[in-house]
């Protein structure tokens, strides 16, 4: 069965240094895969898309790479600020139509002054 | 952007009783809702695909008898959970997938039921 994966642990950095989260999908290859950030208690906010035939993508500050060969996604977040502080799932698409998704535990970051 | 609703946002029920979630798309016609179910600390798990004027898709594992979903217009959305007991509670989320775009959903802000 379709496995999504990411890092289970939060991850710490310091303000205005480069975040990297990880998710890493198995048994299947998703079309294109979404990232979206979680608030406490609030519904996910779309992030990024990006699609099987692109490598990267990038919007503002946030960069997705797509890596189908090592079927793995890097979301990367650039001179973090503690406003970036959330949870961050990775939502690869599942092949069974009508647009599912299929979403990892997420990594939580937190960024400190 | 985009909005979806989500009323009531938290909602506090005797076991045994049912409930009602409604889901909204505000400002286009959504196609496609998703419902969703989080327990804390825990990713979000489709329970069902909601297609307007169709029954619903349940995911394996979700009994349809016991999460009624129903997709009567293209901006409304409901999840009756009938019968609830202390283990329905959880956080439920919809999402919206318009008629066109990019692919992506959005999601209302969740709606938190606890059964007593």
């Known amino acids: 069965s379709q496995k999504i994966e990411q890092n289970s642990e939060a991850l710490n950095i310091q303000e205005g240094k480069t975040a990297t989260l990880t998710c890493n999908y198995t048994n299947y290859s998703p079309a294109y895969l979404q990232w979206y950030r979680q608030d406490p208690g609030r519904g996910p906010v779309f992030l990024l898309l990006?699609?099987?035939?692109?490598k990267e993508k990038r919007k503002e500050r946030l960069k997705v790479t797509f890596d189908t060969t090592l079927k793995q996604s890097l979301f990367h977040i650039t001179a973090s600020q503690p406003a970036d502080s959330a949870t961050y799932l990775c939502?690869?698409?599942?092949?069974?139509?009508?647009?599912?998704?299929?979403f990892g535990a997420g990594t939580r970051l937190a960024v400190h002054p | 952007g985009a909005v979806v609703s989500q009323h009531p946002s938290w909602v506090i029920c005797k076991s045994g009783t049912s409930v009602k979630i409604e889901c909204r798309s505000l400002?286009?016609?959504?196609?496609?809702m998703f419902w969703y179910r989080q327990f804390p600390k825990q990713s979000l798990m489709l329970m069902a695909t909601s297609n307007e004027g169709s029954k619903a898709t349940y995911e394996q594992g979700v009994e349809k008898d016991k999460f009624l979903i129903n997709h009567a217009s293209l901006t409304l959305s409901t999840l009756t959970v009938t019968s609830a007991h202390p283990e329905d509670s959880s956080f439920y989320i919809c999402?919206?997938?318009?008629?066109?775009?990019?692919?992506?959903?959005?999601f209302g802000p969740g709606t938190r039921l606890t059964v007593l």
């Open positions: 990006i699609r099987e035939n692109e």
């Open positions: 939502a690869p698409s599942f092949s069974g139509g009508y647009n599912k998704l299929i």
């Open positions: 999402s919206a997938h318009g008629l066109a775009g990019p692919n992506e959903q959005f």
């Open positions: 400002d286009f016609q959504a196609t496609t």
